[in-house]
């Protein structure tokens, strides 16, 4: 069997008295497409942020790769390999497109060790940009972008640090049908190149569609994982989202 | 271009501008100019950390005063080594000390630098309006310090009286003037070199998204350190020749609010996201100051500046070369 990528023992986390993450357990092994669900406030963000370093958990530890991670910043574990989207887009908004996928490739492959010249710099660039089909917008301003592209730019520039883990949280919202589509491919196109990903989502044909195992966060605790036609079928899951 | 190309026409414009000054064979020229470059390099030195960075500090008076306070320090060191050092290193100090002025700047610099690092790993984990109160709770810090610390004078303030003239430049002030433009360059070709670096790639980011820059491998508090240190340094060597030009230093005149308050005005009138825009707010401002200290007060200068960043704020509020760049964009638009 071969090593996970990603191993959360006990994790933990409060803010103040309310208990956002207790005692998660979760392994995701190399190459995976997992699926992680869960009614608003039951804690999928929350993992998210100490997964990847922006929030610090107080219980538990996240192994990452066959290291512990716990104490790295974001940008350290970010460099080792862990990338994420935001739930709602983030980007550089004083640069181009194109400077926006600049950054990680500056910063994260960069800071590996293979310095990019200022051509190889542009021709990435310009291949991850054509990978999202945002090729054409690579001199504008994101602002001009619309919510589907703005959503392409904020997943290519996570796969610009060439991650071996990408998390996509909520990369769907607001979306039509065919753009929630147009994102799924575009996901199982990357996973399809060897990345490994945790996709967070409440449009559930999406989940469906993407992911080959699926796990159940509700109020901070995970009721439910294993092969996503269980899940969903899972008399916890279903009672957690339709009420007992 | 090329740095040294930068630096070598920021020199020869320099010398056009000093031997300008020289024909007019007018002192008070040089005084005022000195004023305007200082004002340049505490832009300058602000916009790194505020304008880059986006973290506004309103202690540009503090960093100001350590360097001015720096050179008083070495200054009366210099003036009575014996009173400083035990008899057994009295002779190599009293061989070393009076400091050139040069070097007092540079010990200034890594002085403030270090304050600043300081500062940085204290307050650069507040954001927006906290991190700006704390960085203003340093200059009064600061302060206190220095009026309860009689060997640089206290509150009754030090005298730094230097020599009458300086061989090859003749009356001190000038010798002063040129120093400050060699500031300047230093200042400018810091600024224009971050700004063309993956430095200043990195310091955009943590302007826009500070979040979203960690997401990308930007190591945020490194480069905000980075920042503070050379913010802070600058200021520091900006404020290291000030006793030297105004003779009698006291508290009051070195926390003045008017550097905290001038070193935010100009960059945002200028413009915060080049380079550039701290040159021009600082050679407008700077200037209008000037006049208006001649023409009508001193105690004008505030409101001047007061007025202006009203309008640029409802006007302009991306600053001068904001204002060109749209308009710039709108022209190239068919």
């Not at chain 1, 974001?74 to 390999?81: C, D, K, M, P, S």
């Not at chain 1, 990680?104 to 710099?121: D, F, K, M, Q």
């Not at chain 1, 909520?170 to 996901?187: F, N, Q, R, W, Y």
């Amino acid at each position: 069997m071969t090593a996970p990528i990603l191993k959360i023992e006990r994790l933990g986390k409060r803010f103040g008295g309310f208990v956002a993450l207790d005692s998660v357990d979760l392994v995701v092994a190399p190459g995976e497409r997992l699926g992680l669900i869960g009614p608003n406030g039951s804690g999928k963000s929350t993992l998210v942020n100490c997964i990847c370093g922006t929030l610090r958990n107080e219980d538990g530890t996240v192994t990452f790769d066959g290291a512990q991670v716990d104490g790295l910043t974001a940008h350290e574990r970010t460099r080792l390999g862990l990338a994420r989207s935001f739930q709602l887009p983030r980007p550089f908004a004083s640069m181009t497109v194109a400077e926006n996928i600049h950054v990680p490739l500056i910063y994260t492959v960069g800071a590996r060790g293979h310095h990019l010249s200022a051509a190889e710099l542009d021709t990435r660039c310009m291949e991850l940009l054509a990978l999202v089909a945002l090729d054409g917008k690579a001199r504008h301003n994101p602002r001009d972008l619309t919510q589907v592209e703005m959503r392409k730019l904020e997943l290519a520039r996570a796969v610009a640090a060439e991650p071996k883990l990408l998390i996509a949280d909520e990369a769907m919202a607001g979306l039509s049908h065919s753009e929630v589509e147009d994102i799924v491919k575009l996901l199982i196109r990357l996973n399809e190149r060897g990345i490994t990903i945790i996709m967070i989502e409440h449009i559930m044909r999406a989940v469906m569609a993407f992911s080959q195992r699926l796990a159940v966060l509700v109020s901070g605790r995970k009721i439910a994982d294993g092969a996503p036609d269980d899940v969903i079928r899972d008399k916890d899951v279903v009672g957690a989202y339709l009420g007992q | 271009m090329r740095a040294p190309l930068f630096i070598l026409i920021q020199l020869v414009i320099a010398t056009a501008i000093y031997l300008g000054l020289r024909f007019f064979g007018n002192d008070y020229l040089f005084f005022a100019g000195y004023t305007v470059l200082q004002f340049i390099v505490l832009a300058t030195a602000w916009n790194i950390l505020g304008g880059y960075c986006g973290y506004v500090n309103f202690g540009s008076a503090g960093f100001f005063a350590i360097g001015a306070y720096t050179s008083v320090f070495l200054f009366t060191v210099g003036q009575s080594p014996e009173a400083v050092f035990p008899a057994s290193i009295l002779p190599a100090m009293q061989a070393i000390f009076p400091l050139p002025v040069p070097l007092i700047i540079a010990i200034a610099g890594v002085m403030s630098g270090l304050v600043g690092l300081g500062t940085g790993y204290l307050t650069l984990r507040l954001r927006g309006v906290f991190f700006a109160i704390a960085t203003l709770a340093l200059a009064i810090v600061l302060q206190t310090l220095v009026v309860n610390w009689s060997f640089v004078g206290g509150s009754r303030g030090a005298y730094v009286i230097p020599a009458n003239t300086v061989p090859v430049f003749g009356p001190y002030i000038q010798y002063l003037f040129v120093l400050m433009l060699l500031l300047t360059i230093i200042a400018l070709t810091c600024a224009r070199m971050i700004e063309r670096s993956s430095l200043g790639v990195g310091f955009a980011t943590i302007r826009d998204d500070e979040l979203a820059a960690e997401a990308c491998g930007v190591p945020t508090l490194k480069l905000k350190l980075i920042a503070t240190v050379l913010s802070g340094a600058l200021m520091g060597m900006a404020g290291a020749p000030f006793p030297f030009y105004i003779g009698y230093t006291e508290p009051g005149s070195v926390f003045d609010l008017g550097y905290a308050v001038n070193s935010i005005a100009m960059p945002m009138i200028g413009g915060t996201t080049s380079w550039v825009g701290p040159l021009i707010g600082a050679v407008l401002l700077g200037t209008l100051q000037q006049v208006a200290t001649v023409t009508i007060s001193s105690a004008v200068n505030l409101l001047l500046v007061g007025l202006l960043l009203i309008g640029f704020v409802i006007v302009a509020p991306n600053g001068i070369v904001g204002l060109w760049q749209s308009w710039f964009r709108k022209g190239a638009k068919p």
